[in-house]
Nanobody, 120 residues
C-alpha cells in the first residue's frame, strides 16, 4: 500500500500565495506522473497541474503563469506553488500519483485533500 500525505492548504487573501506539498510513502518501486487536482463545491474535480518523471509539465489554462508544479523524486514529493490566488481558486486540492509497487504493477493513488480558501 501507498499513502499520500498532503500539507500546505489554508486561508489566504486574494493576491496571496500558498505552497502545497504531497509526499508518497509505503511500497514504492517507482513513481511516474504526479499531479494536483481540485474540486470546488458543486463542481467536478479538475486537473490543476501534472508533472512527469522527466519533469514535463502541463497546467490548466486557468492557472498558467500563476501556479508552478515541481517534484523531488528522491523524496517522492510533489509541490504546487500557487501565486496571485483569487477567490476562484477556492477548492479542495487533491494530490494524485501513479505508483509502481513492483515492476509493471502500476496503481493510481489520491491524497485525502487539503482545503484552500481565498478571501476577496
Amino acid at each position: 500500500q501507498v499513502q499520500l500525505v498532503e500539507s500546505g492548504g489554508g486561508l489566504v487573501q486574494a493576491g496571496g500565495s500558498l505552497r502545497l506539498s504531497c509526499t508518497a510513502s509505503g511500497r514504492i518501486f517507482s513513481i511516474n506522473d504526479m499531479g494536483w487536482y481540485r474540486q470546488a463545491p458543486g463542481k467536478q474535480r479538475e486537473l490543476v497541474a501534472r508533472i512527469t518523471s522527466s519533469r514535463n509539465t502541463n497546467y490548466a489554462d486557468s492557472v498558467k503563469g500563476r501556479f508552478t508544479i515541481s517534484r523531488d523524486s528522491a523524496k517522492n514529493t510533489v509541490n504546487l506553488q500557487m501565486n496571485s490566488l483569487g477567490p476562484e481558486d477556492t477548492a479542495t486540492y487533491y494530490c494524485n500519483v501513479d505508483v509502481a509497487e513492483a515492476v509493471s504493477r502500476w496503481r493510481n493513488y489520491w491524497g485525502q485533500g487539503t482545503q484552500v480558501t481565498v478571501s476577496s
